[in-house]
Every structure is written in C-alpha cells, then in structure tokens.
C-alpha cells in the first residue's frame, strides 16, 4: 500500500463499569483498502467501531479524518452526525431498516429536511441508480423491506450508507446471515468499490473470508490490538493464535461403529402459519454414537423442526419415534421423560428461567428425581449440593448457585445447559445453534461435549448455520431449505452452499 | 327493519353522525401519530378531559372561541409532554404511564373546576361554535344539512385527516415518524433523534386528542359537566386498530361509530317501549367490538409498539 491514510484512531479507550472494552486502541486506515478487524467475542471489536461512529463516547483517545488534501481534522467524539457529516458510514451487524419501509424512503430517512413538504424521490432515485451502476450492488427500491430477503436488506443497508457519500465504510460481520455465494458476491461488490477509492473496515471472524479479500488484517484480544498484519503473510493458523492467544484445539473425532437409531422421524408435515414455521415431509434418523449435522440459513424451517422434536408444536402429519416407541408431538414432558435432551436455539429466553435461581435452573428437568425432593418436597442442601458439583464439573462461572441465572454471561449461561443436559445422560441430544454468539474458548467447550456425548453413546442433531462446525463435527451432514431436508452426498463447503440457498448440488 | 331505513334516510341523522364523529376523528388521529411513533398513549380519556375543561374555561375566562382551541391543544400537549417523558426519556410502561395520566389529568381538571367555581350547582354557559353557514352549499337538500351546516370544529377535524396522511405518507417527518415506530435503531443510525421525534409525536398527537376534548364542551354542548367524556378515549384506542392506523380508516371507523351512536338515540325514540333502552345505548360498544374483531385480526402493529428504546443499548 503505497497510498496515504484517511482515518486514525489513537490511543482510544472504553470502560463499561469495571470491564475495558477498549484499551488504548490505535489504528490507521489507509485509502482505497480493506482492512479486516477481527477478534473473539468481546474483544471489543463492535465498540471500537461504535465510538468511531460516534454511538459511543470514549473516555480517552481521539480520531482523526484526513481528507483529500492531506489535512487532518480531529472528529468531533460521541455525535453520529459528526460521523456521519465526515463521511463514515456503518453498516450494523443487526439491521437497522425499518420494515414497513421500502428500501428508498429507508435510504432518504434522515437526509431531508423535516420542514420541507415536498420529497424529491426523483433526484433520490437517480442517485442511488449511480451507486447501483458503480458498486453491482442492486436491491428493489419499492418494496416494503419487511418483504426482501437477508441478502436483499444487506444490500439496501450498504446502499443506504453509500448514499451519505461515505468515503469509509464500516461493515460490522456483513456475512452472517448470507449463503457462502451471497457473501462472495458482496466483497466482489466491496473491491470493485474501492477502486473508486472508498475504504473499507469489516469485522468478521470467518477467517476464510477475512484471508481472502482483506488487504491488511488488525487483531483485538480482550479490547487491546494485539497484532496487525497484511493478509498475504497471514494464514488462518497464525491469525487463530493471535485471536485466542494460543493455537486452537483441533477436534479430535474418532471413528466410531453407529448403533441403533435412537430418533427417527418419518414424513413430518407441519403446516404453519407462515413459511419458515412450516415443514413438509421430513423424515431422518440418528443413531447411537452418530452426530447429525444440519445446515442451512436461519429462517429455513430449522427452529420449528427443533420445536416439533421438542414436543413444542403440534404435528399435521408423520411420525416421531424415539428409541424405537412412537411418541405424541406436543408432549414435551414425555419427551424428556423419553430421553431427549434439549439445547435450545435462544438460550436467554428458553433455555433457563432468568429470574430463578442458577441452582433452580440445574434441576428444573428433574423435579421428581429422588436425587433433588422426596414425597414432593424439595431437599435444599441436595440441591445445593447438586449444583456446585456440576458448576465445578462445567466450569459454570458467575455469582454463585443463588444468584438469579439472567445474571450469567452468554457462554456460562451455556454451560449452565450443557451440565442440565449431559447430567441427564440423554439418548438424543438436540442442539440447535448450541454455538452462536459464543466466543472460540466455550464455542470449543461446547463442541468437546457434543463429541463426548458421542462417545458415550448418544445421538445428536446439531443445527447450525456455522458449515466450519457442521463440516468438524458431523457424521452425517442434512441441508434445511425452504420446510424441506436433503442429505449432502459429499461434504464439501461449495456443494453445502448451494445447497442452503435451494439449488440442486 | 322498516324504522331503521326510515332513520337512515332523513337528514339529521346523517348530521348527528357526522357530529358524533368529530372528537373521535381528533382522538383518534392522535393517538394514530402517537403509536406510529411507537408509544401507546392511554391518556388519551384523562386528556380528552382536560381538553374539553380547559378550552371551555378559557372561553368563559374571555380569550373567545378560537384562544380556547389554541388552550385546549396547549393543554393537551402539557399532559402529553409528562406521558413522554416517563415512558420514552425514563423507559417506563406505557400502560402504567398512561393509565396515571389520565387519572392525573381528570383529577387536575374536575379539581380546577371546583376550585375556579366552587358554590355554582349548574355550570356557566359559553357561547359556543356556531354552524357554518355557507351561502348556497349551506342550502342545498340534503347535502346542505349533512355537510355544511357543521360547525368549524367539525371542518377542522377532517382538516386534519387530510394533513395527518399527507405529512405521514408525503414527507421526510412522516417517514421519520414511521421508522422510530418499526424500528428506532434505524433512525439513530442516520444521526436522527430518536427521543426528539417520540417526544414530538406524543405531544402534537396529545395536542389533537385535547381539541376532541374541546368540541364537546365548545360545539357539542355549551358547558363543562363532569364525567361527560365517557369512555370516548377509549373508543379511540379501539378505533387506532380498527383503522389499521391508516388516517383515512380512522376517519371512517369514526364515522361509523358516529352513525351506531346516532341510530341508537332515534332507535329508542322509534321502538323505545318494546326494547330496554340499555340495550340501545350497549348497541355502538357491542358493534365497535364486532368490527374490531373482525379488523384487528389483520391489523399489523406497528413493530415497535409499546418497547421502550435506550441510546447505546443495542
């Protein structure tokens, strides 16, 4: 990179009560580039970028924006407009369109002045026709948002920013809700427009991705830069250490001889009130020291498939068959009573009971367990017991067994599950996303557990969006598409990729 | 069947509708600005209220017709104003919020009432709105009686209809106003207030339901009684899902239960000996709740609705 820098960020700090979320970060971004900033969950990576957009207030630092003639101006801390007004735009991790919006008055929102009572759509439209033209990125205009697709809304996202006349864009995890294809296409789109000297800063941790279309690549570990490197002398195993500060494990998976099935479901109809709470004719089986991967792009069928094998929704149609005896649909007392245990998809919300207590939450599935009450009446210091055992064992951190479970941070609150689940030695493991928002050092806990429940003799449906976790940890892999299953002859990232977004592989 | 058609064909039946209709069309566009902006505003009863106590009072007072309209909306807006800044600067439950304005601004105008007034049994009167006469619409068959010999309040309220869908679907402030209510994140990420236009909107949309307040003691009748909004800010609440929270349905769904409640009233006159009268006066309730069953179970709420936003919590 031969060019000169257009944005610094200096010594810029954050602390959020007694947690430094940023210390003392210093970055530099050059022109026309793609620089990558990645870390584990928590490094500080969305708040470094939010006090560059002006969300955030640092308690120490300063920014600087050079522009086309060389001068350096410092940015005015703490004031989106003042961001916004210097040319950076931000494109969030969760999307900030209003659906009942179509894409141009989603775009327009806050460029026009509130007392005029004529709109210039027109001007508007030529406008974003010109980004269209240069960048390929193209979305329907005048449709309501709340009726485009992921890709389509990622799309008018970035359009809205460009339309702000961004000369730095910050995209923050731009591809997790895309398919492997949607998200090539996009940093096409991205390098073609820094060609036209736009910078860019993405946040990721796809490494792939980040190692095939960054040009320099700036590591953050517990909200300090701990490295920064040009991609072309980067691999993933070198970036790897430097994000987790030690190389990763690599799963361990033996061979192991399949046993009976554990879990068959057989033409499974679900008609729901809308498409992605609908499933038609679905039918797979796990057997006993067998993972089952299920892939595919949220909003595919997954978490009502998830939902009926939990006894959580009624069936229209089909059979569930657990260790070989039918069971009702919609029983989920009878199915745990069965031997399924369940890692749900939103952990906060049905996962635990966040106003009862951590220790409460460990037994909540085994009530009448001789271990926890006896002639109805709950035996305190057993359950108490109980719980520090299995904290200790899990490696369940956090205020202690009294503590209100909400409390908890995202991955114990996993922890939390896991102990609840595996304690029960489940027949059938049903893990849906048991990873998502979880930083590499539980991601990878939660992974050895799943392959130990292997091991001992389980079953295990893991669903996920994650094909890297799919491919590592799966014997068998099924692609979710649409309310439909199909079995991926080969396991491959391209194959899987074209089939989650409903091509024939 | 034959009494109703008979009803339904003479001309005051079609003007009284219409003039029932004329406080819940400004209700009702108030409390539509305010859940488009995504707050629910249940102090809408207790502002109808103060509106009708203040415009009147300050008739009576000498400011004229019009200083009373401009009072009425003032005072509306003041009341608004609290109910925005605990549920939108503080985050508090709307409902709760909502329900403690109007006990708060019924309270306050029944307490000022008696105490600008405190020995008079029968309430002064006001000279109040007179119709409009307009010189040959005025007398037109029909039409003329129907439309046009309304008061000015009555033409200000459908006024307002055509100014609250214009600003809602034909300028940036009604584009502002509907993305703060689907999703707030969206206009923060453009540098937009989002405190500022949920303010904004509670307190011009509480401004509106002050004015239906107003009419009823300024055209309807000529004096302040109490209790006589009676349950009119809650038809509005209704009337809000009924119309999909498009003004152009409000302004029929007001229209409708203005020609329930004006049916009634010449109903019990016609078969009045035959029928309890109750079951009369329950008529436009019972109707409202039917059409509502009916309406709502389309209606798409604004996304929203009801969730408190924080800036930096995301």
């Known amino acids: 990179m031969t060019s000169s820098p257009v944005l610094i960020l200096d010594g810029l700090s954050k602390s959020f009560g007694s947690v430094r979320a940023a210390d003392a970060i210093s970055l530099k971004l050059f022109t026309g580039e793609v620089l990558a900033l990645l870390g584990e969950n928590g490094a500080g990576k969305t708040t470094l970028m939010n006090m560059l957009f002006g969300h955030y207030m640092p308690d120490s630092g300063k920014i600087e924006i050079i522009d086309g003639s060389g001068h350096a101006k410092p940015l005015q801390l703490g004031n989106p407009q003042a961001s916004i007004a210097a040319g950076i735009g931000m494109v969030h991790q969760h999307f900030t369109l209003a659906e009942n919006l179509d894409a141009l008055d989603n775009i327009m929102l806050g460029s026009e002045s509130f007392i005029h009572l004529r709109r210039n759509k027109s001007q508007a439209i030529r406008k974003i026709q010109k980004i269209m033209n240069d960048s390929g990125l193209v979305a329907p205009m005048d449709v309501a948002v709340g009726r485009l697709t992921v890709g389509e809304r990622q799309r008018v996202e970035i359009l809205k920013a460009l339309y702000q006349d961004v000369n730095i864009l910050v995209l923050d995890e731009p591809t997790a809700v895309l398919t492997p294809q949607e998200a090539d296409k996009l940093f096409e789109n991205i390098t073609a427009m820094t060609k036209n000297g736009l910078s860019v800063i993405f946040i990721s941790h796809k490494l792939r991705e980040v190692l095939a279309f960054s040009n320099r690549i700036a590591v953050l570990r517990h909200g300090r830069k701990v490295g920064e490197i040009s991609s072309k002398e980067a691999n993933e195993r070198k970036i790897a250490r430097l994000m987790v500060g030690e190389e990763t494990k690599v799963f361990s998976k033996k061979e192991l001889q399949v046993g009976e099935p554990v879990l068959e479901v057989d033409n499974l109809t679900i008609s729901g009130s809308s498409k992605r709470e609908s499933l038609s004719n679905i039918s797979l089986s796990v057997n006993k020291h067998e993972i089952l991967g299920i892939a595919g792009i949220s909003g595919n069928g997954q978490t009502v498939l998830a939902n009926a094998i939990s006894g959580l929704v009624k069936s229209s149609s089909g059979k569930i068959k657990i260790d070989g005896k039918n069971i009702l649909t919609n029983d989920p007392s009878n199915i745990i009573q069965a031997g399924v245990g369940r890692i749900p998809e939103d952990r906060h919300k049905d996962g635990i009971v966040g106003q009862m207590s951590v220790a409460e939450n460990m037994i909540i599935e085994d009530l009448n367990d001789g271990k926890v009450q006896s002639r109805g009446l709950l035996n305190h210091e057993a359950i108490m017991r109980h719980c520090s055992n299995l904290s200790s064992k899990y490696d369940v951190r956090g205020p202690g067994p009294n503590a209100s479970a909400r409390l908890l941070s995202g991955g114990n609150i996993q922890k939390l599950i896991l102990a609840r689940v595996f304690e029960a030695s489940p027949k059938l493991i049903l893990a849906n996303q048991p990873t998502r928002g979880l930083d590499m050092g539980a991601a990878a806990d939660v992974a050895n557990r799943l392959l130990e429940a292997r091991q001992r003799g389980s079953g295990v449906i893991l669903i996920s969006e994650d094909l890297d976790e799919i491919l590592s940890l799966s014997d068998r892999i099924m692609v979710i598409y649409d309310g439909k299953l199909r079995m991926a002859e080969t396991h491959d990232r391209e194959t899987l990729g074209l089939m989650m977004a409903g091509e024939a592989a | ?314």
């Not at chain 2, 004006?262 to 709740?289: C, D, H, N, W």
């Open chain 2, 1 to 314: 069947m034959i009494e109703i058609f008979q009803i339904l064909l003479t001309e005051s039946f079609w003007a009284a509708s219409l003039r029932i209709a004329t406080p819940l069309i400004f209700g009702v566009l108030g409390a539509l600005i305010c859940e488009k902006s995504g707050v629910l505003n249940l102090g809408i009863e207790g502002i109808f209220v103060a509106g009708a106590m203040a415009g009147w009072m300050a008739v009576w007072l000498g400011t004229g017709l019009w200083g009373g309209v401009v009072v009425a909306a003032i005072a509306g807006g003041f009341f608004g104003l609290i109910h925005a800044i605990l549920t939108v600067t503080l985050g508090l439950s709307q409902h709760v919020s909502g329900l403690g304005v109007t006990l708060f601004a019924t309270s306050v105008s029944y307490f000022s009432y008696r105490t600008a007034l405190p020995k008079v049994s029968s309430p002064p009167r006001i000279e109040p709105f007179r119709p409009l006469e307009i010189p040959i619409l005025s007398e037109l068959p029909f039409i003329g009686t129907v439309l046009f010999q309304q008061t000015a309040l009555t033409w200000l309220a459908l006024f307002m209809v055509g100014l609250v869908w214009y600003v809602m679907n034909r300028t940036g402030l009604g584009v502002a106003i509907k993305a703060v209510g689907d999703n707030p994140n969206s206009v923060d990420a453009q540098g937009l207030s989002v405190y500022g236009l949920r303010i904004g909107a509670i307190v011009v949309g509480s401004a509106l339901m002050a004015l239906g307040g107003a009419f009823l003691t300024m055209s309807a009748f000529d004096a302040f009684f109490f209790g006589m909004v009676n349950g009119r800010g809650w038809i509005c609440i209704a009337l809000v899902i009924f119309a999909s929270w498009k003004p152009g349905k409000a302004l029929l769904g007001a229209l409708l239960f203005g020609a329930f409640d004006a049916l009634q009233v010449r109903m019990q006159t016609e078969v009045g000996a035959k029928v309890p009268s109750q079951v009369f006066l329950a008529a436009p309730y019972v109707l409202s709740i039917v059409a509502l069953v009916i309406a709502a179970r389309r209606a798409e709420y604004p996304r929203a609705l009801l969730t408190p936003w924080f800036k930096g919590q995301r």
